[in-house]
T-cell receptor, first 116, second 112 residues
Framework: ETGVTQTPRHLVMGMTNKKSLKCEQH?????MYWYKQSAKKPLELMFV???????ENNSVPSRFSPECPNSSHLFLHLHTLQPEDSALYLC???????????????FGEGSRLTVL | GEDVEQSLFLSVREGDSSVINCTYT??????LYWYKQEPGAGLQLLTY?????DMKQDQRLTVLLNKKDKHLSLRIADTQTGDSAIYFC????????????FGTGTKLQVIP
């Protein structure tokens, strides 16, 4: 496999459920990201991990819990979500966050989350 | 914080040129990008421009950067139906820690 893969592609959950989104990158990158895409809003950065260390938490509610066990895998654990959390959650990777390259991000296809 | 603004929607006829505009607030931007998102897919880098450049051309794509007005545009010549997608403007400041800020995306509809 190549690129960035996300599972599941679609997820429907109730507000009391606990679920997880998974992201895996096969590009040898050291930085991984979670973005939230909602209609008519800017793409919103949620978390950044660089060499497995969290370097950015963009004031994300604690009902979203990221985990980065190694540079190739990133998870987003979800619990007691609200209907307004329904969105497309995009995972991305880049070489690292040093700024020494062009900063190109490589995105997965996203996980479409619906909270009932 | 940094902001990137773009219009939400643009409709053009097949064969015409499309111009998608973007404004940003961070005067320290190092790279400015255009990403393309096709239906059901993630974002993919289309082109980028370094902040010391005014223009970059790549086949049907022309990027113009006006640093004074903090304005970035993407022109697509001879727009095709396959160009229908959402186009995101983004910028980053590479000052030791790189973080990319995106706009809302402009949905381009190409009418046959």
């Amino acid at each position: 496999e190549t690129g960035v893969t996300q599972t599941p592609r679609h997820l429907v959950m109730g507000m009391t459920n606990k679920k997880s989104l998974k992201c895996e990158q096969h590009l040898g990158h050291n930085a991984m990201y979670w973005y939230k895409q909602s209609a008519k809003k800017p793409l919103e950065l949620m978390f950044v991990y660089n060499f497995k260390e969290q370097t950015e938490n963009n004031s994300v509610p604690s009902r979203f819990s990221p985990e980065c066990p190694n540079s190739s895998h990133l998870f987003l654990h979800l619990h007691t979500l609200q209907p307004e959390d329904s969105a497309l959650y995009l995972c991305a990777s880049s070489q690292d966050t040093s700024g020494r390259d062009t900063g190109e991000l490589f995105f997965g296809e996203g996980s479409r989350l619906t909270v009932l | 914080g940094e902001d990137v603004e773009q219009s939400l929607f643009l409709s053009v006829r097949e064969g015409d040129s499309s111009v998608i505009n973007c404004t940003y607030t961070d005067s320290s931007s190092t790279y400015l990008y255009w990403y393309k998102q096709e239906p059901g897919a993630g974002l993919q880098l289309l082109t980028y421009i370094f902040s010391n450049m005014d223009m970059k051309q790549d086949q049907r794509l022309t990027v113009l950067l006006n640093k004074k007005d903090k304005h970035l545009s993407l022109r697509i010549a001879d727009t095709q139906t396959g160009d229908s997608a959402i186009y995101f403007c983004a910028e980053t400041y590479s000052g030791g820690y790189q973080k990319v800020t995106f706009g809302t995306g402009t949905k381009l509809q190409v009418i046959p």
